[in-house]
Every structure is written in structure tokens, then in C-alpha cells.
Antibody, heavy 120, light 108 residues
Framework: EVQLVESGGGLVQPGRSLRLSCAAS????????MHWVRQAPGKGLEWVSG????????GYADSVKGRFIISRDNAKNSLYLQMTSLRAEDTALYYC?????????????WGQGTLVTVSS | EIVLTQSPATLSLSPGERATLSCRAS??????IAWYQQKPGQAPRLLMY???NRATGIPARFSGSGPGTDFTLTISSLEPEDFAVYYC??????????FGGGTKVEIK
């Protein structure tokens, strides 16, 4: 059974940093691309970032480019999102999601999310 | 940057009726469109990929069409569990994904 478990969310002040983690199990992690998707309260889905199976292809939404860094550790079956210079508009539930393929396509499994609240 | 516009924003239908959801891309995206269903308090679930392929475990009442710029998700006969929000998504050649704004299918 595929499982994705996010952690690291919480309340953080504007301008500070936070690191999200996603622990994956139930599939061969190093075969698939992985992504972060967020959803602000009461709003739609916003793709944040994605990384291919081999770390070569990485993409970011314009809204986070230059502030967020995605990474993965295939030996630990883990995905990360380093978030810096956080803003109020980054407040959202952050989902970790598995890609259907090794590079960017669509998302066939999702975690339950970790909540990030940016507020003073 | 590709923009996906979903319509209508809200669709009010009764169980047993047919639902037709639209997703229009600002430029051609070939067949690289996926559809998701999200219920309150739950993570999204993949329904369709590459416009017309059902994901694992998705019932046959769900179907999708494309390619080009106009894509459609059809639910042939609504079941009570189908009332939810639906999102389309495309993938670009720059290793990015874009979601549409969503269509809420509500009980009439």
C-alpha cells in the first residue's frame, strides 16, 4: 500500500523558514517523480514544485521560485521542501504527491497534508 | 504559461443525471490533461490521465475527452458519492504542472 506522510508544518512568522518532509512507503521511491501541492483554506489546488526520479528535472511555481527548494533522498525514501522568506500567502495545507511516472505528468497518490500557517 | 479555465464553477444536478465538466486550456496541451476529485477534508484523488485514461479503481461512469485545448470530464450517471469538487491539471514541457480553478458538483 502506497503511503505518503508529511511532517514539518506549523505556525511560523513572516520572513522565517520551514522545512517540510514527506516519508514514502509501499512503492519503489526512486522510480517516480514527486511533487508538493498546496491548498490555501477554502481555495483550489496550487502546484508548488516537482522533482524527477533522478533529481535532474526540477520545476517550481512562479509564486515560490527563488524562495523554496525541493529535494529528495532516495536512500531514505523521503521528499523535502525547504521554504524560506515565508509570506502570509504561503499559508496552506501542503500535500506531498507521487507522480504516475518518473518525470512530471500527473499525481496518482497523495498524502493527507501538513498545515503551514504564516502569521505574526 | 498555460492557464486552465474550468466551467461551470458550480454544477447543480440530481443523482442519476449526467454531468459534463469543461476544462479549456489557453494553448494546446496535446493530451496531457488529468482530472481529480476532491471531497471535503480529503486529499484529491486521480480520476483520469492523458485525457481519457481512467486511473486504477475508477468506475466506468467516469470518462474524459480531448486532445487540443478543450477537454471534458463526463460522469454518465451521478452517484451520491460523486458530489465533490473536480480539478483538471496539465503538464508542461518545463517540468511544471498547472491546475484549473475547479468545478463543484453539488446536489440539486
Amino acid at each position: 500500500e502506497v503511503q505518503l506522510v508529511e511532517s514539518g508544518g506549523g505556525l511560523v512568522q513572516p520572513g522565517r523558514s520551514l522545512r517540510l518532509s514527506c516519508a514514502a512507503s509501499g512503492f519503489r521511491f526512486d522510480d517516480y517523480a514527486m511533487h508538493w501541492v498546496r491548498q490555501a483554506p477554502g481555495k483550489g489546488l496550487e502546484w508548488v514544485s516537482g522533482i524527477s526520479w533522478n533529481n535532474i528535472n526540477i520545476g517550481y511555481a512562479d509564486s515560490v521560485k527563488g524562495r523554496f527548494i525541493i529535494s529528495r533522498d532516495n536512500a531514505k525514501n523521503s521528499l523535502y521542501l525547504q521554504m524560506t522568506s515565508l509570506r502570509a500567502e504561503d499559508t496552506a495545507l501542503y500535500y506531498c504527491a507521487k507522480d504516475l511516472y518518473g518525470s512530471t505528468s500527473c499525481l496518482d497518490y497523495w498524502g493527507q497534508g501538513t498545515l503551514v500557517t504564516v502569521s505574526s | 504559461e498555460i492557464v486552465l479555465t474550468q466551467s461551470p464553477a458550480t454544477l447543480s444536478l440530481s443523482p442519476g443525471e449526467r454531468a459534463t465538466l469543461s476544462c479549456r486550456a489557453s494553448q494546446g496541451v496535446s493530451s496531457y490533461i488529468a482530472w481529480y476529485q476532491q471531497k471535503p477534508g480529503q486529499a484529491p484523488r486521480l480520476l483520469m490521465y492523458d485525457a481519457s485514461n481512467r486511473a486504477t479503481g475508477i468506475p466506468a461512469r467516469f470518462s474524459g475527452s480531448g486532445p487540443g485545448t478543450d477537454f471534458t470530464l463526463t460522469i454518465s450517471s451521478l452517484e451520491p458519492e460523486d458530489f465533490a469538487v473536480y480539478y483538471c491539471q496539465e503538464r508542461s514541457s518545463r517540468h511544471t504542472l498547472t491546475f484549473g480553478g475547479g468545478t463543484k458538483v453539488e446536489i440539486k
